[in-house]
């Protein structure tokens, strides 16, 4: 079994759901005793969130660097960056390091594309709903057309995300709120949404709507599974 590497606390709360994903996704491939092996280096979000706000993603982007730096270290034999936003500064991590890292975008696009999805709703903070580092990778390198909620939504979503989420409170006036606009991606066209941040999933489930969910947490962890039990002896169906 190789080692994952695991770049987490943004939010830690969402670094919670990916260990559990983890460690359930090698059980079930296992059985008996085994869990996943993880290299995890968890940073202060509240340092990276100032960051974000001031636009100043070089320094975020090395605070990652240096974390990935220790994972490796550690380590691991291929790197998660556990959240969607922080993605933007994927390049800079990669460069970093010498281990391969696996990004959430593709572990989503993969899927989507296997089901047929060509045009989707993205739920996420503004900056992965509103600039290029996602949504462009989701269409220039799989073919995806993506739709994000309207200006109004999107800072509603924000707010959400980092006032509520964030801080491990679940409202159901922001899950009604979430549904409106899932509601709304889908009478636009979209034929699926994206939970394209990592807290979402605490407050929408897929049984709570038609509207087919896509939940980056889950997908970037079975990802990471799969590729975690890739060549072992134990689990030739995860290959």
């Known amino acids: 079994m190789h080692t994952i590497g695991l770049l987490g606390g943004m939010s830690w709360e969402s670094t919670e759901s990916y260990y559990r994903a983890l460690n359930e996704g090698v059980k079930q491939a296992l059985g008996g005793l085994h869990s996943a092996k993880v290299a995890m280096v968890s940073v202060d979000f509240a340092e990276i969130e100032t960051w974000q706000s001031a636009g100043r993603w070089d320094e975020a982007g090395e605070a990652l660097a240096e974390a990935a730096r220790q994972i490796e270290r550690a380590g691991a034999d291929f790197l998660l960056i556990a959240t969607n936003t922080m993605h933007k500064v994927a390049p800079q991590v990669e460069a970093a390091i010498d281990i391969p890292l696996l990004h959430i975008a593709d572990a989503t696009a993969e899927r989507l594309v296997a089901d047929g999805i060509t045009r989707v709703g993205l739920l996420g903070t503004r900056f992965t709903m509103e600039q290029d580092f996602y949504k462009q990778r989701l269409t220039e390198r799989f073919g995806i057309e993506v739709i994000v909620p309207e200006d109004t939504q999107r800072d509603h979503i924000h707010r959400v995300i980092f006032e509520e989420l964030c801080l491990g409170r679940i409202e159901s006036a922001s899950r009604e709120a979430f549904l409106d606009v899932i509601d709304s ?3 636009r066209g979209a034929q699926a949404v994206i939970l ?10 897929a049984t709570d709507t038609h509207v087919p969910l896509y ?10 599974v799969k590729r ?12």
């Open 185 to 187: 991606l889908h009478a």
């Open 196 to 205: 394209g941040c990592t807290e979402i999933a605490m407050l929408i489930k």
């Open 215 to 224: 939940d980056t947490t889950a997908l970037h962890a079975e990802a990471a």
């Open 228 to 239: 975690a039990l890739a060549g072992s002896p134990l689990s030739a169906d995860t290959q």
